[in-house]
């Protein structure tokens, strides 16, 4: 396989030299900053992503408000089962760590014994960028961003093959689309029971949206009326 990748004959494998090659290159704080941001920080972004998104959809109070909060349920739960069916996937194909098949890689995070194919971190930030993406096209759209550097980061940090990482992408698009449907005929009822309850500050601000009125606001809307009547 070095020798597939010495002759360009394998563009995995030639991508993969060429991408962690720049962590050679990189300072050592960047290469720091890389293998965290790869790790632990892209995931953290996204889920903070989804609760931004979550804050803008219930303070907006639109007429499909149940429906995009039920869109941002659906997004770790798509996650979840996306990293489900990998499980499976890992055990068939058992293609082994780049570094343990490849020499020369600067390998960034060590401890990682598992398979390689496809990459649960690419999964899981592309499942939930797609499904952010269906319920807020905005935000969806900065979530796949996300995704997208955490493949990036991931073949940088010498972990992963480029094919694992567009494995992952596949497979959370995949899970994330597929199943939107299903996912969002069972849980945009439950939002909209949600929404007409007690806990209906989760769906939609209590702040004067969607005809939802504050007692402060109407008594005063009430006593302008009273003044006009009088003069």
Same mark, same amino acid.
């Not at 039920?70 to 082994?96: K, M």
């Not at 649960?120 to 319920?135: E, K, S």
């Not at 929404?195 to 006593?223: L, N």
């Given at each position: 396989?070095?020798?597939?990748? !010495?002759?360009?004959?394998? $563009?995995?494998?030639?991508?993969?030299? =060429?991408?962690? @090659?720049? &962590?050679?290159?990189? $300072?050592?704080?960047?290469?720091?900053?890389? !293998? #965290?941001?790869?790790?632990? @920080?892209?995931?953290?972004a996204m889920?903070?992503?989804?609760?931004?998104?979550w804050w803008?959809?219930?303070?907006?109070? +639109? !007429? =499909?408000?149940?429906?995009?909060?039920?869109?941002?349920?659906?997004?770790?739960?798509?996650?979840?089962?996306?990293?489900?069916?990998?499980?499976? /996937?890992?055990?068939?194909?058992?293609?082994?760590?780049?570094?343990? +098949?490849?020499?020369?890689? +600067?390998?960034?995070?060590?401890?990682?014994? =598992?398979?390689?194919?496809?990459?649960?971190?690419?999964? /899981?930030?592309?499942?939930?960028? *797609?499904?952010?993406? *269906?319920?807020d096209r905005? #935000?969806?759209?900065?979530? /796949?961003?996300? &995704?997208?550097?955490?493949?990036?980061?991931?073949?940088?940090?010498?972990?992963?093959?480029?094919?694992?990482?567009?494995?992952? #992408?596949?497979?959370?698009?995949?899970?994330?689309?597929?199943?939107?449907?299903?996912?969002?005929?069972?849980?945009?009822?439950?939002?909209?029971?949600?929404?007409?309850? &007690?806990? @209906?500050?989760?769906?939609?601000?209590?702040?004067?949206?969607?005809?939802?009125? /504050?007692?402060?606001?109407?008594? !005063?809307?009430?006593?302008?009326?009273?003044? +006009?009547?009088?003069?």
């Amino acid at each position: 396989m070095a020798v597939l990748a !010495e002759s360009g004959s394998n $563009p995995d494998v030639d991508l993969l030299y =060429d991408i962690n @090659g720049l &962590a050679k290159e990189a $300072p050592h704080w960047f290469d720091r900053v890389v !293998e #965290f941001v790869g790790e632990y @920080g892209l995931l953290v972004a996204m889920v903070l992503l989804v609760v931004w998104c979550w804050w803008s959809v219930r303070r907006r109070g +639109d !007429e =499909d408000s149940a429906a995009s909060v039920a869109g941002l349920v659906w997004a770790p739960i798509a996650a979840s089962l996306a990293v489900l069916v990998n499980v499976p /996937i890992r055990g068939f194909v058992e293609r082994p760590r780049p570094f343990l +098949d490849h020499t020369g890689l +600067d390998v960034l995070i060590s401890g990682k014994t =598992d398979y390689s194919f496809v990459s649960d971190h690419a999964t /899981i930030t592309m499942a939930m960028g *797609v499904a952010l993406f *269906v319920a807020d096209r905005r #935000f969806g759209v900065a979530g /796949i961003g996300l &995704a997208l550097v955490e493949g990036f980061c991931r073949v940088y940090m010498g972990v992963h093959y480029p094919t694992d990482v567009i494995g992952g #992408f596949a497979l959370g698009t995949a899970v994330a689309l597929l199943l939107s449907p299903l996912a969002m005929a069972l849980l945009t009822p439950v939002l909209k029971a949600v929404e007409g309850s &007690a806990w @209906g500050g989760w769906v939609v601000s209590s702040g004067g949206v969607r005809g939802v009125v /504050i007692p402060g606001a109407r008594t !005063e809307a009430s006593g302008a009326e009273e003044r +006009d009547l009088a003069a």
